[in-house]
């Protein structure tokens, strides 16, 4: 992903503030540019402020301080209907009463739009969505993975630079989620359209993002592409949501640029990335990856830390082994190993010697 500049900003929030009661803010000093043509995902827990970030943008909601803009321009005084947003929200929000078609057409005809030109949209937005012999259908005879099909033919019809989406799969079982994340994010490629999406499903935001936000307290906690949130945390907030994560906490014992030396609870002493400690005698939680863990002395490499470990639970999960130990102190330290025919299977009540290497091991903030 390329660094963004501000001047290069499709939607830019620019100090924003949000507070319902005057005294609390649900959204603090807010500030996030993003580029034309990027999918961008809001994550964070309830109440972190990632919807009403999306609501702002939107126009339901209005910044009690600060700025949005939209392609260069300030839109906070702008009523939604006139911003030329596209939204898809989680319940559909079809009109019942019309047909799909109908339904499709009604964002036309608020726009003045002829009728043969209507109908030659409805049709391409529809075939999109692989929805195209449904036009004559009403809501109700469809089922809920069809009609959130149909809310994102609605959302496109216009053909919106922007699109908003609010938890849109939510309501949908595993196996077509994933499929609509698919489909979404290959279409906003496709059609280069610029989205906003919110959801609390860290799955979903680390597959479909260009970037993702991940928000906490009315805050952006870490703003990055998926892969980088996942392997370089800068806090324990975001190593602890993103993803399965080990922690062990100590205090450092030595500092360096790229290294320091920790001193867990439990008296052993590992080395790990100073991410987010400062000095000797800093609390840190130590954050490692369950993956980053080798459970097989023979495949270590050389500098790997070890520390001895008791089996509590080994459970087969089909494509993966996990196994819950006893580390440290800690009885929820998690390793995923494959299912390889070479892998080894552990039973509980085992001692064995774990390993990992100090670049895998980051020192985060307490």
């Keep these: 992903m390329k660094q963004v500049k501000n001047d290069e900003a499709f939607v830019a929030f620019e100090r924003v503030q949000k507070s319902y009661d005057g005294e609390v803010l649900v959204v603090k000093d807010l500030n996030l540019t993003i580029p034309k043509g990027e999918f961008l995902t ?3 827990p309830s109440g972190s402020g990632k919807t009403t970030c999306l609501m702002m943008l939107a126009g339901f909601e209005t910044a009690t301080h600060g700025d949005i803009r939209l392609d260069g321009v300030s839109v906070n005084n702008i009523p939604p209907h006139k911003r030329g947003i596209g939204m898809v929200f989680q319940n559909y929000a079809l009109f019942p009463h019309m047909t799909v078609g109908e339904n499709l057409s009604f964002p036309l005809e608020v726009r003045k739009m002829g009728k043969a030109e ?19 259908r009403r809501p109700a005879q469809m089922s809920g993975g069809q009609q959130q099909r149909v809310a994102l033919a609605r959302a496109l019809v216009f053909e919106p630079e922007l699109v908003l989406m609010d938890e849109p799969l939510g309501a949908l079982d595993k196996q077509l989620r994933e499929t609509l994340q698919f489909e979404i994010t290959n279409l906003a490629h496709e059609l280069g359209i610029t989205v906003v999406y919110v959801t609390h499903d860290q799955t979903e935001a680390l597959t479909m993002s260009d970037r993702v936000a991940v928000f906490d307290d009315g805050r952006i906690q870490q703003l990055a592409p998926p892969d980088e949130l996942y392997e370089k945390p800068i806090n324990s907030f975001v190593a602890q949501f993103i993803g ?3 922690t062990l906490t100590g205090v450092v014992q030595e500092i360096g640029a790229d290294r320091c030396t920790v001193r867990l609870d439990s008296g052993d002493i590992i080395d790990a990335m100073p991410v987010n400690v400062n000095a000797v005698g800093d609390r840190t939680k130590v954050s490692i990856r369950p993956e980053r863990v080798e459970i097989d002395k023979t495949r270590l490499q050389p500098g790997a830390h070890t520390l001895k470990a008791e089996v509590l639970e080994f459970i087969y999960m089909g494509d993966i082994f996990r196994t819950r130990l006893r580390v440290a102190g800690t009885d929820e330290f998690v390793i995923k190993t494959r299912n390889a025919p070479d892998q080894v299977r552990l039973t509980p009540g085992t001692q064995i010697e774990i390993g990992w ?10």
């Excluded at 209507?118 to 004559?136: H, I, N, S």
């Excluded at 290497?357 to 307490?366: G, K, S, W, Y």
């Design 118 to 136: 209507r109908e030659t949209k409805v049709k391409r937005a529809l075939d999109m969505v692989q929805m195209g012999d449904f036009a004559a």
């Design 244 to 246: 399965e994560n080990n």
């Design 42 to 44: 809001l994550l964070g």
């Design 357 to 366: 290497l100090a670049q895998d091991c980051r020192a985060l903030d307490a």
